[in-house]
C-alpha cells in the first residue's frame, strides 16, 4: 500500500524562509497568519491529509463511482465521512474571505493546504477544489444577492461547485458551445443542452450542487462574444435559503477513465434547467477566466502534488529492496545485496524528483503569495508587478508544472520495476492521475499559446521584462556567495536562453504566427526550467546563510544545497536544447500536407 | 474505437530500399525472401494484424484474463480463435528453421512482422513472441533431443513458451534466485520455487506450455555463477511426442496490471515439478541472455509498436476533430473552426512521432538483419562488425526505444485532450500498454548500464568505434548533397556528443564507477538519437534519388526528406543538452545521505 506524508518542513521553509510571509504582516489577511497559526495549521492539515485522505486514495481508485438509474451518484466508500470531516474541520474556509464565514487567512496557505489533500487523494480534493473556483466566480461577478445566497454554503462545504465549459464538439474552442438560454418572464433562464467531462457534476458528498455554467442567449454573437455565464443549482435555493425544489439538471451517465477514478466525471444534461445570470449578458468567458485561472493554478499543484507523493513511494522502495550492488563495491556486505538507493540511475530519478518537488513547491507557494499582493500590496506598482507575474506564472506552473509531475510520477513507478504495474503497489494510480492534469483546464499545447501568445506580448513585454530583472538579479547576488556560484552561473545561462527565444519570437512571429505555435511548448518548458531556478536561488541562498549562522538541521539545508546543485547540473542544459529548436521555426514542422499523415 | 493499419509501405521502403534486402539474396535464408516473397508477407501480415488482432485489443484489454479455481486461465474473448488462425496462417514460422517446420525467412521479416502484431495488439503478440525467445534459447543450448521433442511444436504454435527468471525478492539480481533443482535418478531435476510475472505463464491458447525456469543445484555457488536453466513443460512429453501427464507447475495468481490486461502475468509455482537441465550445470544466466538479448529486441519493438498505433489514432483525431483556427487565418473558413492538425503544437507531436516512429522501425529492421549477417555474413570481419553492433544496439533499441514509445503515446493521447483519457476511445490504453516495456526485460537503467558498463567497453571499444566511422562516412557524403547538407551537419554534431561523452566515461569512471553510473541513461539516449540520425540520413539519401529519378510515389518520398528535417531540428538538439548532464558526474547526484531522502 503507497502512503503520503504531508511535506510540511519543507512547505514551512518556503513560507517562512523563502518567501517570508511575515514580511507583509501588515497587509489585510496577513496578520492573522502569525508564525503559530502558520505551523498550526500546516501541521494539522498534514495530519488531516495523511491520516484520513491518504488512506482512501487506493480504494478510491479501485471502487470508483457509481452512477445508479436515477442519475445519482456514489462516492467510493468513505468519501462521504471523509467530506464531513474535512467541512467540519473548516479546510476549505482557509482562505475564504471572512464575511462569508471563511478564515480570510494568506491564499498561501490555501495553496499549501491544496497540495498536501491532492498529493493524499487527488480524486477527492478535487470535490472542494473545483467549489474554490466557483466561488472565486461569484465572488468576483455574482450579485450581492447571488454571493449571499451561494457562497457562505459553499465555503462551508454544505454545497459544492461545478464549472460546466466543455460539450461534445467543443473543448478548447468555446465559441463552438450551443447550450442556450432562454429569458424567463421571472428573470431567470431556462438552460438546455448537454455539457460533458463534468468533475464533480454529480455526487453524495453535499447537499446541493452549485453549476457554473456557460451558455448562449438567443439572438447572442456568434463565437466566444456570445457567451454568457449561469449559475444553475441542482437544487433551487428557496428565499429563505433552505433547499427546494429539483431542477431540471443531472447526470446522464460518468466516464470511464484512466485515472482519477474516484472522482465523478459527469455527462450533465439540463433540460430547461432554471439559471440565473452571473455578470453581464456575453461577458460569460471573462467571468469563467477568473475561475480557469484559479483552477489552472490548482492543476498546477496537482502536478506537483503527484509528483511528491509517487517521489516518497519511490524514496521508500529504493530504501527498502534490494538488488545488485553499488558501482563502488557493496555498500552492505553482510546483506545479500545491497538498497536500490546505491544506483545512480536509481538516485537520478530521485534527485531530478526532488529538485522538482522542492523547486515547484516554493513557485506554487510564491505565486500563491503574488496572487494576494496583486490585489493587496502597498503600491500600484507592486500590485501591477505581481498581476504581472501571477499572468506570466500560471500557464508555466499548470504547463510545466503538469508535464513534470507527469514525468516524475513515472520516473518513480520506473524504481519499482515491474512491481510498479501492478495494481495493488498503488504506484501506478499517481501516474493515471497525474496524466489528467495536462489535459484538463486548457491542454498544456493550449497553455504555451497562453503564454507566447498572450502573456509575453501584453503591456509590451512588461512582465517577461520584468521576470528577466528579476533573474538576473538574483544571479548576481548569488555569485557573490561561494557555494552558490556555479549555481547562479548556470542558472545566468537559462536566463540568456529564455531572453534569446523572446527575441527570436520578436522577429519571427509577426512575419509568420506559426513560429511562435512551433516553439512555444519549448518556451513554456524553458520558462519553467528558469522559474525553478530562481527558487532554487533563493532556497539556496537561505540554506547557505543557515548553515553560516548554525541555526540548527543542518542536514536540511545542505541537503538543500545538494539539491540545488542536482539541479543545475541536470536541469539548466535543456534550456539550450529547447532554444535551439525555437530556432528552427515552423517551416519543416508545418510542410507537410494534411493527407500525407496517414499510413497504408 | 481505435484502429490499426500496419504500415507496410513504410516497412517495405525499409526492407527494399534502406536496408537493401536483396542484396544479400547470396545468404543462406536469403534466397527465398525474393522481392515478390516479402511483398506478400508483408502485406499479409499487415492485413492479419489490422483485421484480426487489432479488434481484439481494445475489448481483450477491457475483460482481461480470468483464472479459475483450479488454477487454468481463460484469455478474453476471440484470442484462442485468434491464436488459431495465427499458426494456421503459420505466422510464428516465418524466420523459423526449416529444419523445425520454419519458413527459414530472414530474420527482418520476422521483425516486420512482430511490429505489426504488436502495433495491433501488444497483449496478444507476446504469446508467441515469449515462445520465440524459448525457441532461441533451445536452439543455442538445449541437446538435439530436446530441439526435436520442444521446437517443432513451439515454431508451429501448438505449444507455447515460457521464461521464468523473476522471484518476488529478485528481479534485475538473479543472483538472489532460490528455486531449487533437486537432480532426480532419472536424470531429470525436481524444480520447487515460486517465480513471478511470468507473462503467458497460463493460458487456454495451446496444448502444452514449455516453461524455461532459471533454478539453482544444491551446492552451485552462490550468485549468478551457481544458476542453471531447466526445460519444463505444463504436460511432460511422452517418448512418441504426445502430452502426457500433469506436471506439478501450476499457476498461482494473475497479476492485475496497470496495463497489457489480455496477457496473463502469473504467479507460478513449482512444487518438486520434472525439469531437465538446458545446457551445462550453473551456466543458466548465459543460456538465459540469449532468450533475454532477442526478447529485448522485441521490447524495443513494443516501444516502436505502441508509438506506431498510437500516431495513427492521433493523426485520424487531429484530421477530424475541428477547435479553433489556424493562427496563420482560417484553414477552412466554411467550416465552424478548423482541423486540429492546423494548430503547430499539434503538428509538433505529430511529426515528433513520425521522426520516431520511421526512424525507429529503420534501427529495428536494421538491427534484424545485422542478428543474421552476425551469423552468416560471408566473411570474418563482416560478421564480427554485425555482432559488435548487435550488442551495442540491443539496449539502445530496448531503452531509448521504450522510453520514446511511451512519450509518442502519451503526446498522442495528448491530442485528444479530454477525450484521451476517456478508456472508450482506446488510446490510454496505448500509454498503459508501452509503459512496461520500460520495465520488463531489464529496466531501462539496467539498459543503460549494460550499454556503458559493457557493451562500450568490450574489445577495446571496438563497437562504439566502428558506430562512429559509420554515423561520420554516412553524414560525409551526405554532406555532399544539397537537401542533406544541413541535416548531416546537424546529425555529426550529435555524434561529436557521443564521442565526446565516450571519452568523458574513459577519462571519469575509472577512478570513480558512479561517473558512468550517473550519465548512462543520458548516454543511452544521446546514443538513440545519433542510431535514428543515421537512420534517417540513410532514408534522405534513398528519398533524394528517389526524387530525382522520379520513380513515381513523390508525395512518400517528399514527406521523407521533410520529416529528416523535423528529426534534425528537433531531435538532435538534445543530444548536446545530455552530454552536459553526463559531464557533470556523480558528486552532488550521490552525496545526499540514504535518510535525508524520506520527507517530514
Not at 479501485?62 to 471523509?82: I, K, L, M, N, Y
Not at 549555481?487 to 527570436?504: Q, S, V
Not at 544545497?561 to 514542422?589: C, N, Q, W
Request: net charge negative.
Amino acid at each position: 500500500m503507497p502512503t503520503f506524508t504531508a511535506p510540511t518542513r519543507d512547505t514551512l521553509f518556503v513560507i517562512r524562509e523563502v518567501i517570508g510571509l511575515s514580511d507583509y504582516e501588515e497587509l489585510p489577511g496577513f496578520e492573522a497568519a502569525s508564525p503559530d497559526i502558520v505551523a498550526a495549521v500546516i501541521n494539522e492539515a498534514g495530519k488531516f491529509a495523511s491520516e484520513v485522505l491518504g488512506p482512501l486514495n487506493a480504494p478510491g481508485d479501485r471502487e470508483g463511482c457509481t452512477r445508479a438509474d436515477d442519475g445519482s451518484v456514489t462516492t467510493p466508500a468513505g468519501f462521504r465521512q471523509a467530506h464531513d470531516q474535512y467541512r467540519a474541520a473548516g479546510w476549505g474556509t482557509i482562505s475564504a474571505p471572512e464575511r462569508f464565514g471563511g478564515q480570510g487567512m494568506p491564499d498561501v496557505l490555501g495553496f499549501a493546504v491544496a497540495e498536501f489533500m491532492t498529493g493524499a487523494n487527488m480524486a477527492f480534493a478535487m470535490y472542494p477544489g473545483l467549489t474554490d473556483g466557483a466561488v472565486s466566480a461569484l465572488l468576483a461577478k455574482g450579485s450581492p444577492e447571488q454571493q449571499a445566497m451561494y457562497v457562505p454554503k459553499m465555503v462551508a462545504g454544505e454545497w459544492l461547485g461545478t464549472m460546466n465549459l466543455t460539450e461534445p464538439q467543443c473543448g478548447t474552442d468555446l465559441g463552438l458551445i450551443t447550450t442556450t438560454a432562454d429569458p424567463s418572464p421571472d428573470g431567470s433562464h431556462a438552460i438546455t443542452g448537454t455539457k460533458i467531462f463534468i468533475s464533480a457534476g454529480e455526487h453524495d458528498l453535499s447537499e446541493n450542487i452549485i453549476h457554473l455554467v456557460l451558455a448562449r442567449i438567443p439572438g447572442a454573437p456568434e463565437g466566444t462574444k456570445g457567451i454568457s455565464l449561469f449559475v444553475v443549482p441542482k437544487f433551487i435555493v428557496n428565499d429563505d435559503g433552505s433547499v427546494g425544489e429539483r431542477n431540471a439538471v443531472s447526470c446522464g451517465a460518468i466516464e470511464h477513465k484512466m485515472g482519477i477514478h474516484a472522482n465523478a466525471t459527469c455527462v450533465m444534461n439540463y433540460d430547461g434547467a432554471k439559471g440565473w445570470l452571473v455578470g453581464e449578458e456575453n461577458k460569460g468567458l471573462s467571468a469563467m477566466f477568473i475561475m480557469m485561472n484559479a483552477a489552472r493554478l490548482g492543476v498546477g499543484i496537482q502536478g506537483l502534488s503527484q509528483a511528491e507523493v509517487a517521489y516518497q513511494n519511490g524514496v521508500s522502495y529504493a530504501l527498502e529492496r534490494r538488488q545488485g550492488r553499488a558501482l563502488t563495491g557493496p555498500a552492505e556486505p553482510d546483506a545479500k545485496a545491497d538498497p536500490l538507493i546505491v544506483h545512480p540511475d536509481v538516485r537520478r530519478m530521485l534527485m531530478d524528483a526532488r529538485a522538482f518537488t522542492e523547486g515547484m513547491r516554493a513557485l506554487c507557494l510564491w505565486c500563491g503569495l503574488l496572487v494576494e499582493l496583486a490585489e493587496k500590496a502597498n503600491t500600484e506598482d507592486e500590485r501591477q508587478q505581481a498581476d504581472d507575474l501571477v499572468g506570466l506564472l500560471t500557464p508555466v506552473i499548470k504547463g510545466y508544472g503538469t508535464d513534470k509531475g507527469y514525468d516524475v510520477a513515472t520516473s518513480m513507478q520506473q524504481i519499482w520495476g515491474g512491481h510498479g504495474y501492478i495494481v495493488e503497489n498503488g504506484v501506478e494510480q499517481f501516474v493515471r492521475d497525474a496524466r489528467i492534469a495536462m489535459i484538463y483546464e486548457g491542454a498544456n499545447g493550449v497553455q504555451a499559446m497562453d503564454l507566447v501568445g498572450r502573456k509575453l506580448a501584453r503591456n509590451g513585454g512588461r512582465a517577461i521584462q520584468a521576470f528577466f530583472a528579476m533573474v538576473d538579479q538574483e544571479c548576481e547576488s548569488a555569485k557573490e556567495i561561494e557555494q552558490l556560484a556555479d549555481i547562479a552561473a548556470r542558472i545566468a545561462k537559462t536566463n540568456g536562453e529564455l531572453k534569446a527565444a523572446t527575441m527570436w519570437f520578436m522577429q519571427n512571429a509577426m512575419a509568420n504566427p506559426d513560429n511562435a505555435g512551433a516553439g512555444a511548448h519549448h518556451y513554456m518548458h524553458i520558462t519553467g526550467i528558469v522559474a525553478l531556478g530562481l527558487m532554487w536561488l533563493r532556497m539556496a541562498r537561505v540554506a547557505v546563510r543557515a548553515l553560516d549562522e548554525g541555526t540548527g538541521d543542518a542536514a536540511f539545508y545542505q541537503a538543500k544545497l545538494v539539491t540545488a546543485r542536482h539541479f543545475a547540473e541536470r536541469y539548466t542544459p535543456d534550456a539550450g536544447a529547447l532554444r535551439r529548436k525555437i530556432d528552427s521555426g515552423a517551416a519543416a514542422m508545418m510542410e507537410l500536407p494534411a493527407d500525407a499523415f496517414a499510413r497504408g
